[in-house]
């Protein structure tokens, strides 16, 4: 009886003083954050961010900087990868074909605003990502309108959403999105992309399924509830858990 309850306790601990569920995981993500242009000081919030949705959704969460972990077998282990803020070219050649077959076969995608700026000489990626980056105009505050409010990451966000980020124009957008955000440029300066800027989409691509927010800039977007819960529902359809509708 003693070892039961010392067991008990032992449970309770784990579960309340970690943080982590002891229940079993359902899948795993990979969150890949190298830079090799500009780095964002955000990923350091990022990280943690989505290893408190893994916690709390019940998904396991592995993190690196490492190109390598882009291998056939390394790849299999995840319903999805998310570039968190990736920027310039972090895949070698064996490396994005590992990448392609781990989508063809399936896997999903998550681009977190300056997975964008990636990758510019791998015209595949382009088209999986949706779209590629072009510049952008000082940070400051803006009105997005959510045209798709039925999404699982859209559905709790208020028709007009106006938050402060560093809004990116684009470049190379791939018509077959399915846009669920768009950034209106006559409420803030430096918008390139006319009357339909897509700030946020979804579509399945080559076997798999992609989703990309351009949110996600800066640090306050990993505290705000609103932008969580966007990221978990793109999460979510990527890895094959829900439906985007």
Request: charged residues 20%; hydrophobic residues 35%; neutral net charge.
């Amino acid at each position: 009886m003693k070892s039961k309850s010392i067991l008990q306790y032992l449970f309770i601990f784990l579960a309340v003083f970690t943080g982590k569920s002891v229940c079993a995981q359902k899948y795993s993500i990979l969150v890949f954050s190298k830079t090799a242009g500009f780095h964002h000081q955000s990923i350091a919030v990022g990280v943690p961010a989505i290893q408190k949705l893994g916690i709390e959704n019940k998904f396991g969460v592995d993190t690196t900087t490492d190109s390598t972990q882009f291998t056939p077998l390394n790849l299999k282990k995840y319903a999805a990868v998310v570039f968190l803020n990736t920027t310039g070219n972090v895949l070698g050649e064996e490396q994005q074909k590992a990448f392609e077959d781990y989508i063809k076969g399936g896997g999903g995608y998550v681009g977190v605003h300056s997975a964008t700026d990636t990758e510019y000489d791998w015209p595949w990626y382009g088209k999986l990502a949706g779209a590629y980056f072009v510049k952008h105009p000082a940070q400051q505050m803006a009105d997005l309108h959510v045209i798709d409010r039925k999404s699982i990451a859209t559905k709790h966000l208020p028709a007009t959403w106006s938050r402060k980020d560093e809004w990116y124009n684009f470049k190379d957008i791939n018509p077959d999105l399915k846009v669920l955000i768009e950034l209106d440029e006559s409420t803030y300066s430096g918008g390139m992309n006319g009357a339909h800027h897509p700030m946020a989409w979804y579509h399945d691509y080559d076997g798999g399924r992609a989703f990309y927010t351009g949110l996600g800039h800066v640090d306050d977007s990993y505290t705000d509830p609103l932008f969580l819960k966007h990221l978990l529902g793109g999460i979510q359809y990527a890895a094959g858990q829900k439906r985007m509708e």
